[in-house]
């Protein structure tokens, strides 16, 4: 069988996640991986979770937690979630929420209900791959998103226009950005929303670091400066909020949400249908009980954490960098964005670095929807020691003086 005869025109833009190639790396314990922007195991609330599944599967919520629900998903948490909202001036109800099997579904329910074949999707320059990935099946043109200089309006939709299309939608990743750990201001948020107006689009705001803040002032999220222009009202509002428990309690429930208007989360719901009906009963009651129970504190715990090896692997990056190399300085989440000098090319250099110094990162290209971006390359530190982060960016510096030199 020949299967590549049969497979639809948009399989061929679906590939293989370098970050989760990268990630079986973590499986050889002399290499120093700086590479999967995940959590730290040693951080899940493991025994409040124990607790939660052992209440629920031997009381009365056993049942329910078992058997079929709601597209939309489970009501408690969804309410409790509004309470969250609330927190970050985002004043909704529950039928705003829908509950979908971690933010990556969301983004890929979203690409499904608004890109048709050679419309457009403005994205930023880089940009989270996870969300080309779930995008390219839908067979979207790109087109450049910079929220402090963007162009005229005219030249997006004449360029969609070029492509076969129109554009659909902006997206980006305000806080603390996967994979430049950069924060848009305020006024590129209101540049970001001056151009969906004129163009009539949507944004989705991809939320999934919003609670790791550690230094900075807070900004105020898209869909919150939407609502304050639109009379406080969220179903006069263009933007899809894409949260996540994955960074703060567990990314094994496979659990996130989406906060728009409600006829899109009415269109969404349709989709979820009939994909896969409803993200797991038994997973959302826990996540909702154990949320209800510490999430303040689970935030405040990995906070301190992760501040603590941002600042470890801004300071060896200080100490061990050659000059001509530049990064971001995050006021949080989990990456540092390199930009090494012209001519370098992250892929070989990973090449190098794993060979030769034990040592990974995930290159920067993957995250270009053009293509570009060769010279860079991103750090997460979110599961590494001090030793860890001090001994392999020192490996890495060395790794670039050794490659400038020659």
């Known amino acids: 069988m020949e299967w590549e005869k049969i497979f639809a025109s948009r399989a061929s833009r679906m590939k293989a996640s370098e970050i989760r190639e990268l990630l079986k790396l973590l499986e050889q314990p002399d290499i120093i991986s700086f590479a999967g922007g995940i959590p730290d195991a040693a951080l899940f609330p493991a025994e409040e979770f124990s607790k939660a599944y052992a209440e629920v599967l031997t009381g009365p919520d056993a049942v329910p937690a078992l058997q079929y629900s709601v597209s939309e998903g489970y009501k408690p948490l969804r309410e409790w979630l509004v309470g969250e909202m609330g927190k970050l001036g985002i004043p909704c109800a529950p039928d705003n929420i829908f509950i979908v099997s971690g933010s990556q579904q969301g983004l890929d329910y979203i690409g499904k209900v608004l890109l048709s074949p050679k419309d457009t999707a403005l994205v930023t320059w880089p940009t989270y791959m996870g969300a080309l990935g779930a995008f390219n099946a839908y067979e979207p043109n790109y087109d450049k998103l910079d929220p402090m200089t963007n162009r005229e309006p005219s030249t997006y939709a004449e360029k969609a226009a070029q492509g076969g299309g129109r554009v659909k939608f902006a997206y980006c990743v305000p806080e603390f950005s996967n994979p430049s750990g950069e924060t848009i201001p305020r006024a590129g948020r209101e540049n970001i929303l001056n151009l969906a107006e004129a163009l009539d689009i949507a944004v989705v705001e991809d939320a999934a670091y919003q609670q790791l803040r550690y230094s900075g002032e807070t900004v105020k999220p898209i869909l919150a400066l939407d609502i304050e222009r639109n009379g406080g009202d969220i179903d006069k509002t263009r933007t899809l909020y894409c949260g996540s428990f994955s960074k703060t309690l567990a990314p094994g429930l496979r659990l996130g949400y989406i906060v728009a208007a409600q006829d899109v989360i009415r269109k969404l719901v349709l989709v979820k249908q009939a994909s896969d009906l409803h993200s797991s009963t038994v997973n959302q009651v826990v996540m909702g009980k154990v949320a209800h129970k510490i999430f303040d504190a689970q935030v405040e715990k990995i906070r301190k954490t992760y501040s603590h090896r941002r600042d470890r692997m801004l300071e060896a990056m ?83 003086k050794s490659e400038m030199a020659g």
């Open 318 to 400: 200080t100490k061990y960098m050659p000059v001509g190399v530049e990064w971001t300085k995050p006021e949080g989440g989990m990456f540092v964005w390199v930009t090494l000098p012209k001519g370098f090319d992250g892929a070989s250099l990973l090449a190098k670095a794993v060979r030769d110094h034990r040592i990974a990162f995930v290159p920067g290209k993957a995250f270009h929807a053009d293509g570009t971006g060769e010279n860079t390359i991103r750090l997460s530190f979110s599961c590494a020691s001090d030793d860890a982060i001090e001994t392999g960016i020192s490996r890495l510096g060395t790794l670039i």
